[in-house]
């Protein structure tokens, strides 16, 4: 699939008496990516979350259009076609374990249990997350082990759009070498778009890289 943003506007107010502006987080962002990987760079609070959580349907932009294979995708289509890894990988239920957060997850996207459990351990394998570690309370995992569960929670979907924001944020340097293989293999049917802190891990991921600062995109480094 093509995902098209054109001219998105996200403005968030101030915090209620703080004396503070707007926070204007998007500021006309257009880009284009189809099946491939694109990669998306740029300083904290260029707007890349923002970017992300409008793209997954998580968000709602305030002007400008997102558009999946040319026709306008409203933010309940947008979540029925994307799989978002946030860079914060804390949206589980903590007292669960991570195999009983997948199973979860993957009935809200129409998984039967059995067949997300079969993927999420197949996964898990290729970025070095132990099977007793799917078992352990969420809580009791490493940060890098959370973020781990997080990706796997976004590849086991098999969406046409996969969005991953900081995906190699806490992982070793074998978690992410089983990352960049996961990103290429998915990026031949579907359309990936990555963000990362690290040039060196976004260019060896990406084969096009689309700058964001102070919510603009200003082109192709």
Do not use: W
Not at 14 to 20: E, H, L, V
Not at 30 to 39: D, F, H, K, M, R
Not at 60 to 86: F, H, I, M, N, S
Request: charged letters at 25%; aromatic letters at 6%.
């Amino acid at each position: 699939m093509r995902i098209e943003a054109r001219g998105l506007v996200k403005t968030f107010p101030a915090p209620p008496f703080s004396g503070g502006s707007p926070l204007r987080a998007l500021d006309g962002v257009s880009l284009e990516a189809g099946p491939g990987v694109t990669g998306l760079e740029g300083p904290n609070g260029s707007g890349k979350t923002t970017l992300f959580k409008t793209l997954a349907g998580i968000l709602e932009a305030d002007g400008g259009a997102v558009l999946a294979d040319g026709a306008p995708a409203a933010p309940a289509r947008l979540r029925e076609l994307a799989a978002y890894c946030p860079a914060n990988p804390r949206s589980f239920y903590f007292r669960l374990s991570p195999a009983e957060n997948l199973r979860f997850f993957g009935a809200l996207a129409g998984l039967p249990a059995g067949l997300a459990l079969k993927k999420a351990a197949a996964l898990a394998g290729r970025l070095g997350l132990a099977r007793a570690d799917l078992d352990r309370r969420f809580d009791r995992l490493s940060e890098g082990n959370m973020q781990k569960v997080s990706l796997v929670r976004a590849f086991s979907r098999g969406a046409p759009l996969l969005l991953l924001d900081e995906p190699f944020r806490g992982l070793d340097a074998e978690a992410c070498r089983g990352l960049q293989d996961l990103i290429a293999e998915t990026g031949r049917s579907s359309a990936v778009l990555v963000s990362s802190h690290s040039p060196e891990l976004l260019r060896e991921a990406a084969v096009r890289i689309i700058r964001l600062e102070r919510g603009r995109t200003g082109g192709t480094p």
